[in-house]
């Protein structure tokens, strides 16, 4: 499988301005091909939503370019019927662009904090202050945190999660039902 993976937007101490890859996607998709998504204007964005099989949408920042070409992304693999994987940020544009409501919140940067999946308690990362109030309309919510804040939810072979599980190099959780998206993908492929 192909996986095309959102850069974040960085500027050096040095004054360049440089796109950057979380390292911990090699190990969460080992077994799958990665490819970084450049945030420049003039690409064939088709073409890109055509070579790859799951969209990625990382965690960072909200650079305007950034912004510019993830959107271009999921307009094309939504247009294609193909899965997207939204993090942390990625998470947060998806809810905004599906119609669902996020607020700025207290306490979740740099953190753990207890969520609930199927009724089990777990423990996730936490490098945001944003998090969702309201998933976008017959999404189905995951997982939810102590406070009743959505913290994944999913819609058809769209997912958002909020923490990182590229940065859990010993579990990369996300919900059971990601794997069942990935498992409709690799049968639409035969």
């Given at each position: 499988?192909?996986?095309?993976?959102?850069?974040?937007?960085?500027?050096?101490?040095?004054?360049?301005?440089?796109?950057?890859?979380?390292?911990?996607?090699?190990?969460?998709?080992?077994?799958?091909?990665?490819?970084?998504?450049?945030?420049?204007?003039?690409?064939?964005?088709?073409?890109?939503?055509?070579?790859?099989?799951?969209?990625?949408?990382?965690?960072?920042?909200?650079?305007?370019?950034?912004?510019?070409?993830?959107?271009?992304?999921?307009?094309?693999?939504r247009?294609?019927?193909?899965?997207?994987?939204?993090?942390?940020?990625?998470?947060?544009?998806?809810?905004?662009?599906?119609?669902?409501?996020?607020?700025?919140?207290?306490?979740?940067?740099?953190?753990?904090?207890?969520?609930?999946?199927?009724?089990?308690?777990?423990?996730?990362?936490?490098?945001?202050?944003?998090?969702?109030t309201?998933?976008?309309?017959?999404?189905?919510?995951?997982v939810?945190?102590?406070?009743?804040?959505i913290?994944?939810?999913?819609?058809?072979?769209?997912?958002?999660?909020?923490?990182?599980?590229?940065?859990?190099?010993?579990?990369?959780?996300?919900?059971?039902?990601?794997?069942d998206?990935?498992?409709?993908?690799?049968?639409?492929?035969?």
């Open positions: 499988m192909k996986v095309l993976i959102s850069t974040r937007t960085l500027d050096s101490p040095g004054g360049f301005r440089f796109d950057a890859f979380e390292r911990g996607f090699y190990s969460m998709f080992r077994e799958h091909e990665t490819t970084a998504l450049i945030n420049k204007k003039n690409q064939n964005f088709q073409k890109l939503a055509v070579e790859h099989d799951l969209l990625v949408l990382s965690g960072g920042d909200d650079h305007p370019q950034r912004l510019v070409t993830e959107i271009e992304m999921i307009k094309q693999f247009l294609q019927g193909k899965p997207i994987l939204g993090i942390c940020h990625g998470a947060f544009l998806l809810t905004q662009l599906m119609d669902g409501k996020c607020e700025s919140v207290e306490g979740h940067r740099r953190t753990e904090h207890t969520v609930w999946y199927k009724y089990e308690q777990r423990i996730v990362n936490s490098y945001h202050g944003s998090a969702i309201m998933a976008p309309t017959d999404a189905k919510v995951l939810t945190d102590d406070n009743g804040f913290e994944s939810w999913q819609l058809e072979n769209v997912m958002a999660v909020v923490w990182h599980p590229e940065r859990d190099l010993d579990n990369h959780w996300v919900p059971d039902e990601f794997q998206i990935l498992k409709t993908l690799k049968e639409s492929k035969k």
